[in-house]
């Protein structure tokens, strides 16, 4: 008994030793773009954060931190590629200020349909790459990205009936600052910058109109719909980009077995969370329609199409604004061409 128990505490030692290519268990400590709460945030923290402790046998963990929790969330590029934090899980397009390229991968407005779209042209189609390039000029090469990707596309917060391009005329929209307000005043809207955890409030004291804000399942989490009853659903704009980067030191040092254990976490993840919020959203939605007391509004392919033409006037011209940005928005279009998206 004494000599089986020895052997089955030496097979585990290989199993957590090997998943690391030898090195001492980590903790790996991630700041995410959700808050504390939101249906995101606790799909990570009590549903997936588990599972990697689990496929490495605990030598690799995740803690999943929310937004703010140790910078603000436009400074957690800077925090990872210092060591002040192992990763991040945020949106790209939160650093646009630094490079236009950011804004073009971290959320191409109005371009794509589906979420598995962007999700292949970011994993597959080259946007991974050039993410990498670009984190490769703004950190000195101190940060390696795992992989990029939206789980859900936005559902759009209206207080009135917003039911094609034209009537976006005179609108006040929440709208995040860059390509996403560009694209809106194109379309005659009244951009408006305001973070999301005003959004709310925005809404009910007439402040804003609408509200660029999130996925269907998070704006009902945060009772966006108490006072805007009018969502589009699907959503018209925004699928978010969000980023899985590492310091490099921290992800050299994970070696290739615990590397590529995080590599299929992240998938596996972010594969079933796209999943799971489509079918809140589209759950929600329903419960929405037979309510009689919110009026779900989906756009036509027509004014959809419309809505894209619009956007990509917007896109060229943040393209012309830096190298990286013209270079992210080819490989865009590239993919979008091979599937039936842009002519």
Known sequence: ??????????VGGLVVAGTTGGAAAKTLKVQASSKAGDWAHRFMTDTWAPKLDAMTAGAVKIEVLPTKAVVPHRETIDAVANGILDGDLNAVSYFSGRDPAFAVIGDLIAGYDTVDQVRTFCQYGGGKEILQKMYDKYTKGQVHVVGCGPYAKEAFVSTIPIKSVADFKGVKVRSPE???????????????????????????????DAADASAHVNNSA???YKVAKYPIY???????????IVNKKVWDKLGPQGQTALEVWYQAAYDAMRRE????????????????DITVIDWSTEERAKFRKIAVGAWEDFASKSPLAREALDAHLKYMRSVGLLD
Do not use: C, N, W
């Open 1 to 10: 008994m004494f000599k089986k128990t020895l052997m089955a505490l030496a």
């Open 178 to 208: 860059g390509l996403a307000a560009e694209v809106f005043k194109r379309a005659g809207a009244a951009p408006v910058s305001l973070p999301f955890s005003e959004v709310y409030t925005a809404l009910e004291k007439k402040v804003i």
């Open 222 to 224: 945060q009772g966006l």
């Open 234 to 244: 699907p959503g018209i704009h925004s699928m978010a980009v969000l980023q899985f």
């Open 277 to 292: 919020a489509d079918l809140e959203d589209q759950k929600i939605a329903d419960m929405q329609r037979k309510g009689g």
